[in-house]
């Protein structure tokens, strides 16, 4: 079986933002994870390149819909490069093969007579590409969210019948699980109780998109070609772009991650298509929440947006990924605040957990000839510091797969935490001095530096640059496939040599705002 999930396929407008890269480093969190879990993982990226804005953009820059895409596209892929972002597979709908699949699809829906044709009119956001519910007789209406003018527009268009799919829909969104977190099934709940209503998937007059089959310059809605971007992805194996061939190739989805604010095309729109084409919907669609700066906002026009290549300069991975996973509940709307941000790496990463595998490994070398004490397994069964191991394991492994990224990091941090309070507690520069206590010694900064083996192996999936620093000061060879057999108190090799300490994390110096 394949864990297959997903990222928003985002939109090439502009280049990557804080926001989407976010996303991204969550999915490549939970990506590793399964991996290190042993399932077969099947991540999808990538980007949604046709519609009337990007059209427009391009004009406004005096050059054609492609270049302008592939320039975009082109700071996503070195973006997620950058970030080391795992990604199995990257879409552009754009690619020639995304045509047929969508032009198939859309022949599917319209022979189980899900398609209509009729008039649109009303008032639209280029922005959002999609109609707002604006009353006809509304002047001068604007977009709440991009707090531009909308347009009028009255044009025939091709309707995807989502009326008929009020009771299926309404059955799927109550199913437990299905949207995630808890609290956003309500909104939608809300949304679906009002009535669906039948929404376009065509548009005319619009160059840059495909075709419609079979109706002559209509193009597909950029939502109903972009939706379809992550079956096209699946089916980049090699083989045929046959749409009978998705069960194979990964298809439903295990998760798909995107933002509340296109939670409704996601948990609505789009499964109502899978139904109408014979498809299975996607086993749970999880909508994040957003993040702001310092209790604001960011915007171009407050100065206060955070380029996620400066974080990535200044601060370096690490320290993003463990402050975006570890302070932010994921799925709730999140506060970037510098200060904590700093606060939190430094005491985190290199205070609590860089300093107990320095000072420990530094103990062990002068006392125990350079290596890992060592021990007789028999002496260290049941040692105070198991237990706690033990159930950090448990506890990791439970939270990560529903995306508990903060209980996650927060387990793993109080693993160390004990054991430096368990080392300050025992006092081996204070027992060394006295003759005898060699073997409750070395019994003792071994669990402490088991402790810190197991803590750089969870960490692999939510910091991996750290988790092997941490594992390369402990002599220990990069994880290869699955951890399982790793993660089992008491696999530290006692008696091996242990490199000399350097620092695992940089503290951070930020003498000037990001």
Sequence with gaps: MTYSLTTPLYYVNDRPHLGS?????????????????????????????????????????????????DRITARYLEAWRQWGISNDRFVRTTEPRHRPLVQAFFQRCEAAGDIRSGRQTGWYCVG???????????????????????????????FFCLSHFQERIEALINQPGFIAPASRRKEIQNFVAGGLRDFSISRVNVAWGLPVPGHEGHTFYVWFDALLGYLTALL????????????????????????????????????????????????????????????????????????????????????VRWYLLRDIQFGDDGDFQQQRFTDLVNNDLANTIGNLLNRTASMARKWFNDAVPPIESTAFAGHALQADAEQTIEKVRQAMP????????????SLAIQANGYLNEQAPWSQMKQPGNEASVARDLYAVLECCRLVGLLLQPLVPDLSQRILDQLGEAPVASTWKERLIWGKLSAGSPLPQPQPVMARLELDAPL
Aim: include cysteine.
């Design 21 to 69: 890269t976010y996303t991204t480093i969550a999915c490549d969190a939970l990506a590793r994870f399964q991996r290190l879990e042993g399932e077969t993982v099947l991540f999808v990226t990538g980007v949604d390149e046709h519609g009337q804005k990007i059209q427009r953009t391009a004009a406004e820059q005096g050059i054609e819909p492609r270049e302008h895409c």
């Design 128 to 158: 959002c590409e999609e109609f707002k519910d604006e009353p006809a007789e509304a002047k001068e209406p604007c977009c709440p969210l991009h707090q531009k003018p909308l347009e009028w527009r009255d044009e025939e268009n091709l």
């Design 236 to 319: 980049d194996d090699g083989g045929d772009v046959d749409l009978n061939r998705l069960g194979a190739a990964g298809w439903p989805a295990d998760v798909q991650v995107i933002g509340k604010d296109i939670l409704r095309f996601h948990a609505v729109y789009w499964p109502a298509m899978l139904m109408s084409a014979g498809l299975p919907v996607p086993k749970r669609v999880f909508g994040h929440g957003f993040l702001t700066r310092e209790g604001q906002k960011m915007g171009k026009s407050l100065g206060n947006v955070l380029d996620p290549d400066v974080l990535l300069e200044r601060c370096g991975a690490d320290a």
């Design 402 to 413: 529903e995306l508990h990224f903060q209980q996650a990091c927060e387990a793993i941090l």
